[in-house]
């Protein structure tokens, strides 16, 4: 079974400044696919970015961008320039492609981002 | 477009009782699923259904939880004789699912916040 572990419950950074979330996963899959959501107090769940796993490139989204070790099981998440809109909370996410094309998301625990102004 | 819609928004309910949970998905979709967000945690699968094949079930909680759903239209959960454990923020996913490719985004609605006095 797949597991994905977020080690950090709560970070707290100023707005302007970088800041990286964790996650590492477990699975003995080789093709797979790895999200961040941000969910606002609206509890609405925002995709944010998302990485393929057969693919060696680190994804990019304007401020957000992940640093993607396959060998190491991690997926972190860097916001730069982080904003006021940036509190949430931030979790990871894993999916196990299906040849029928509709999967189910293993989530981490969730990290509590607050940005100060 | 409209997007995924879920109803009630809050349900607040008497240990022992059954409550029913609506999501109505963005129109189209062919796959369907449910989450469960107990508080402070992530996400958890619940169940979920594509086109007509058979639901996958493997994340229901007990044999109080069902869920149906209307050819690829509405669904609904189904929680008997609550308990207080059951309180938690109740998810609804849709997306495309087709085999022509390994991933199709999934939409969230904004949740229904069940609570068991």
């Known amino acids: 079974a797949q597991t994905v572990t977020q080690s950090q419950p709560e970070m707290s950074v100023q707005e302007a400044e970088t800041v990286t979330l964790s996650c590492t996963y477990d699975?003995?899959?080789?093709?797979?696919?790895l999200f961040w959501y941000k969910q606002p107090p609206s509890r609405q769940m925002i995709l944010v970015i998302r990485q393929e796993a057969y693919k060696q490139q680190n994804a990019t989204e304007n401020r957000f961008s992940v640093n993607f070790q396959k060998a190491a099981k991690s997926f972190s998440l860097k916001i730069s320039d982080s904003q006021l809109g940036d509190t949430a909370m931030y979790f990871c996410a894993f999916i196990r492609p299906n040849i029928q094309g509709a999967q189910k998301l293993v989530f981490g625990q969730g990290t509590r981002l607050t940005i100060n102004p | 477009g409209a997007g995924v819609s879920q109803s009630p928004s809050n349900k607040v309910t008497e240990k022992g009782k059954d409550v029913e949970l609506r999501c109505d998905p963005i129109?189209?979709?062919?796959?369907l699923y449910w989450y469960r967000q107990r508080l402070g945690q992530g996400l958890e699968f619940l169940i979920y259904f594509q086109g007509n094949s058979a639901p996958d079930k493997s994340g229901l909680p007990s044999d109080r939880f069902s869920a149906e759903r209307t050819g690829e239209s509405v669904s609904t959960l189904t929680i008997q004789r609550t308990q207080q454990e059951d309180s938690a923020v109740y998810l609804c996913?849709?997306?495309?699912?087709?085999?022509?490719?390994?991933?199709?985004?999934?939409?969230f609605g904004p949740g229904t916040r069940l609570t068991v006095t």
């Open positions: 996913a849709s997306s495309i699912a087709h085999s022509d490719r390994a991933f199709y985004e999934q939409y």
């Open positions: 129109s189209g979709h062919t796959a």
């Open positions: 699975t003995s899959e080789n093709n797979y696919y």
